[in-house]
């Protein structure tokens, strides 16, 4: 028997469907007006995976980069051809154990949202990263 830790989730509805297994790569959130828009909340928060450690069925549309359920609207995973990264809040079970590392985008926090204790801040993106929007999207239908 395998030690590894999997974690499912799903949209609202139940049509699409995923499984991550180990430990994500990093785990953040981020108060971008991108990030706002497409969650309508204050932040999203979310965990990242290396894409071998990401499985899926169902189908999505994508908006950009982002792969939604058709159905119930609820955001999917976002994919690239090395990471995954998958909304906390689509975990069937609420993990304890994820906890944010980062915070992008703090000068678009509310004002009244206090930062993560020793979560790193960042006035915009991490430093070093390739820009997202320059990540031609992959929607979970094209996941084998």
């Known amino acids: 028997m395998s030690d590894t830790i999997r974690r499912t989730g799903s949209c609202l509805c139940g049509g699409v469907h995923f499984v ?20 309508g909340s204050v932040f999203s ?5 290396p894409r071998e450690a990401f499985e899926a069925s169902g189908i999505v549309s994508s908006y950009g980069n982002r792969s939604f359920c058709p159905t119930c609207g609820s955001r999917a995973a976002w994919l690239d051809d090395d990471e995954a990264e998958v909304a906390i809040g689509s975990l069937d079970v609420a993990p304890t154990d ?26 915009h993106d991490r430093p070093g990263l390739p820009n997202a929007d320059a990540v031609e999207p992959r929607p979970l239908s094209d996941v084998g």
Request: charged share 25%.
């Open 98 to 123: 994820l906890v944010p590392q980062y915070e992008l985008w703090v000068g678009r926090r509310e004002n009244w949202l206090h930062s993560f204790p020793e979560a790193e801040q960042f006035e």
């Open 45 to 49: 928060a979310y965990a990242v995976w």
């Open 20 to 39: 991550v297994s180990g430990q994500p790569l990093r785990i953040g959130l981020c108060h971008c007006k991108d990030c706002r828009k497409a969650g």
